[in-house]
């Protein structure tokens, strides 16, 4: 029997609402949630347990004691990290939660040597790239989500702006899992029909921008960072590697001469599967979107480059 056991490092917002959204489809037979905090751990896999009475399947919820809980994982999701406070300078973010990140993964090819990992934790990009790096697996076993959620976004800005096809939306996004994003509406649709045909160029504008800013206008709000879309993004994205279902999903990768690139982690539309990423899809870029694709290239390779002189992977 095939386990379909999901570990979710990290039981704040984005991990718990994974967790529920994973409950609540039946998609997999087990959740494991772990966190430094075994209560907030505990606490959230009780509530979350108790609601499966009215999910379409009876999906198992348990906290970890310890790490060796995660143990016969088939895919762990890593949300672990802190986000950046007003008196940290990137590099001592970037610092922070790769050594966080140091510490789960050994304990992940401790318990789980045989899993595929998505990444989740921020900044995102050099964070999968860490994990790569750190694990030593091949490439196609981790994979970092971002895609999946920012094309969420534009999806949702696009129907904010026509006012129709919701859940009939595709948005593609390349790049890095920030301001240097680069949203493709040439290839991005309303029911099938392209958006060049029913937004303006002026328009399209505007929808890339509040793309790109759309984490930040959700932490206005709120005061804290967005859980809903991103637990769901994540869910999705576990739905596929668990049934096979070879989805193409935007993700952030390890290229090795796609694109013109190597050793790095980057958005790049995928295929997902039970391998994890069973192809990088290429595209034909044109030379503007060549150029803003190093842009965002460049701006994860400075953010590797920090931990580099750091000795971070020695």
């Known amino acids: 029997m095939v386990s379909r056991k999901v570990g979710i490092v990290g039981a704040g917002f984005v991990g718990a609402t994974a967790a529920y959204s994973l409950s609540m489809t039946g998609s997999c037979h087990e959740v494991v949630l772990y966190d430094i905090n075994a209560d907030i751990a505990k606490g959230k896999a009780m509530d979350i347990g108790q609601s ?3 999910a379409p399947k009876g999906t198992i919820v348990t906290a970890a004691e310890d790490a060796s809980d995660l143990e016969g994982c088939d895919i762990i999701v890593i949300t672990a990290g802190v986000p950046r406070r007003n008196e940290m300078t990137r590099a001592d973010l970037l610092l922070i939660n790769a050594k966080i990140m140091k510490d789960v ?10 899993a595929i990992i998505l990444c989740v934790s921020n900044p995102l990009d050099i964070m999968n790239y860490v994990v790569h790096k750190l694990t030593g697996w091949e490439r196609h076993r981790i994979v970092g989500m971002a895609g999946a959620l920012d094309g969420a976004r534009m999806a949702y800005q ?7 096809g919701s859940g009939q939306t595709r948005a593609m996004l390349i790049g890095d899992h920030g301001q240097h994003m680069i949203p493709l509406p040439e290839i991005s649709a309303v029911g099938g029909v392209p958006l060049d045909q029913i937004i303006s160029k002026e328009d399209m504008i505007g929808i890339i921008d509040r793309t790109k800013n759309g984490g930040a206008e959700i932490v206005k709000h709120l005061g804290t960072s967005a859980y809903y879309a991103p637990g769901r993004a994540i869910s999705v994205m576990v739905e596929a590697i668990l049934d096979d279902s070879r989805i193409v999903m935007p993700s952030s990768v390890i290229l090795d001469g796609e694109y013109g690139y190597t050793d790095i982690s980057v958005g790049v539309p995928v295929v997902l599967g039970a391998k994890g990423v069973e192809k990088i899809v290429e595209l034909d870029l044109d030379e503007e979107t060549k150029a803003k694709f190093k842009i965002s290239v460049d701006s994860i390779r400075d953010g590797i480059e920090i931990l580099n002189k750091n000795n971070f992977f020695e």
């Open 52 to 54: 499966t009475s009215y």
């Open 105 to 114: 993964v050994g304990n992940i090819v401790k318990y789980s040597p045989d």
């Open 158 to 164: 696009i129907n904010q702006k026509v006012g129709y």
